[in-house]
């Protein structure tokens, strides 16, 4: 059982990490094409948020699987590492969001100005999450 959790465990981390890395450039190339580029790109985000948010609620409940499975015995920076965790899916939930929010409205309405700086904020709180999700790594290496 430990190793299908540890399994499921890092391959979600990396869908959770892996799948934002393109995003930032994807909203600057496509929102200066603007058009049916940025209509597309809107279409493409859905689909990988679907797939972010997936594996990030994969990743923490594999993570409390193993905590679990150990019986509950785990070093400090485990709980570090969970609570950036969680702090990365709070931070996309109350900040990425309402930025991705206005990206879509913008790109709706033909407002390629508007979505670029709803863009560039979306594109930050991706880069905040990242930190968080290094963060929630160095802390599961580390203990």
């Not at 959790?5 to 990490?17: D, I, K, Y």
């Not at 929102?31 to 994969?58: D, K």
Request: net charge positive; glycine share 12%.
């Amino acid at each position: 059982m430990k190793t299908v959790l540890l399994v499921v465990h890092v391959a979600s981390a990396a869908a959770w990490f892996g799948h934002k890395l393109p995003i930032p450039r994807d909203i600057r190339v496509c929102l200066g094409v603007g058009g049916e580029a940025a209509t597309a790109m809107v279409q493409r985000l859905t689909t990988s948020a679907r797939l972010g948010i997936g594996a990030a609620v994969l990743t923490v409940l594999s993570g409390i699987g193993l905590l679990w499975n150990a019986g509950w015995s785990s070093s400090t920076l485990l709980g570090v590492g969970i609570l950036a965790a969680i702090g990365a899916i709070v931070l996309g939930a109350t900040a990425a969001r309402p930025a991705w929010d206005g990206l879509t409205a913008a790109v709706g309405r033909g407002e390629t100005d508007v979505a670029a700086a709803y863009g560039r904020r979306f594109s930050r709180m991706f880069h905040l999450e990242n930190v968080l999700w290094l963060a929630a790594l160095a802390a599961m290496i580390a203990g």
